[in-house]
């Protein structure tokens, strides 16, 4: 069995935000979650074929564990004591590769509710052009919503990207909050008051045999 103890209530409220979003989208979503030093990092993919990470204090025991969404939003609104239990352990079903801890420069700050009315506008295009299977279409998901640039770096920053970090709710759409755009060679990361949304810069190649 496996063992998640956040620190405080407030780490315990993060964690079920964070599993009760992902589970909105797929109560059946593998859910990371590491240990990494004296944080514990839940990571999720989402529809837009990106990753999304929330950080909280505590510990998990196993140090290395994939669970259900759901079976962790339940095990945090029911189970009271200090130490839940999050669920059955999928770690088969994590296929999506973590970006690296560190390396990332960063390029730019930028205000939230311009990110904010950027998702919207793409909410909408998705909702009067939807792609073949009714959500937003492809072309529109990787369609260029900003670049910005600072430190050497150019960054282009996708729709899809956009609209995890607002379907997440992790950037308050008020005046003066900031999100932080980072990047690798290899990896862009939008860093908000919530959590991250990252997701690799250039697909990965093929492997040729």
């Given at each position: 069995?496996?063992?998640?103890?956040?620190?405080?209530?407030?780490?315990?409220?993060?964690?079920?935000?964070?599993?009760?979003?992902?589970?909105?989208?797929?109560?059946?979503?593998?859910?990371?979650?590491?240990?990494?030093?004296?944080?514990?990092?839940?990571?999720?993919?989402?529809?837009?074929?990106?990753?999304?990470?929330?950080?909280?204090?505590?510990?998990?025991?196993?140090?290395?564990?994939?669970?259900?969404?759901?079976?962790?939003?339940?095990?945090?609104?029911?189970?009271?004591?200090?130490?839940?239990?999050?669920?059955?352990?999928?770690?088969?079903?994590?296929?999506?590769?973590?970006?690296?801890?560190?390396?990332?420069?960063?390029?730019?700050?930028?205000?939230?509710?311009?990110?904010?009315?950027?998702?919207?506008?793409?909410?909408?295009?998705?909702?009067?052009?939807p792609?073949?299977?009714?959500?937003?279409?492809?072309?529109?998901?990787?369609?260029?919503?900003?670049?910005?640039?600072?430190?050497?770096?150019?960054?282009?920053?996708?729709?899809?990207?956009?609209?995890?970090?607002?379907?997440?709710?992790?950037?308050?759409?008020?005046?003066?909050?900031?999100?932080?755009?980072?990047?690798?060679?290899?990896?862009?990361r939008?860093?908000?008051?919530?959590?991250?949304?990252?997701?690799?810069?250039?697909?990965?190649?093929?492997?040729l045999?």
């Amino acid at each position: 069995m496996s063992v998640l103890a956040p620190e405080s209530t407030a780490d315990r409220d993060d964690a079920a935000a964070f599993a009760g979003r992902v589970a909105r989208w797929d109560p059946l979503g593998p859910v990371r979650i590491r240990l990494d030093n004296e944080l514990v990092r839940l990571w999720a993919t989402t529809p837009f074929d990106t990753l999304v990470m929330r950080a909280i204090r505590g510990r998990i025991e196993p140090s290395d564990v994939t669970v259900h969404a759901g079976n962790l939003l339940t095990a945090l609104a029911v189970q009271t004591g200090a130490e839940v239990d999050p669920g059955t352990v999928i770690d088969s079903q994590w296929r999506a590769q973590l970006p690296p801890p560190g390396g990332f420069i960063a390029v730019d700050t930028v205000p939230a509710m311009v990110l904010g009315e950027i998702a919207d506008r793409g909410v909408e295009q998705a909702k009067n052009n939807p792609g073949p299977a009714g959500g937003a279409s492809t072309a529109l998901l990787d369609s260029e919503a900003m670049t910005v640039s600072g430190n050497g770096m150019r960054v282009f920053i996708p729709m899809r990207v956009l609209l995890a970090l607002s379907g997440m709710g992790f950037a308050p759409l008020v005046a003066d909050e900031p999100v932080k755009v980072s990047a690798t060679d290899a990896w862009l990361r939008l860093d908000a008051r919530f959590g991250s949304v990252l997701r690799r810069r250039h697909a990965l190649l093929p492997l040729l045999f």
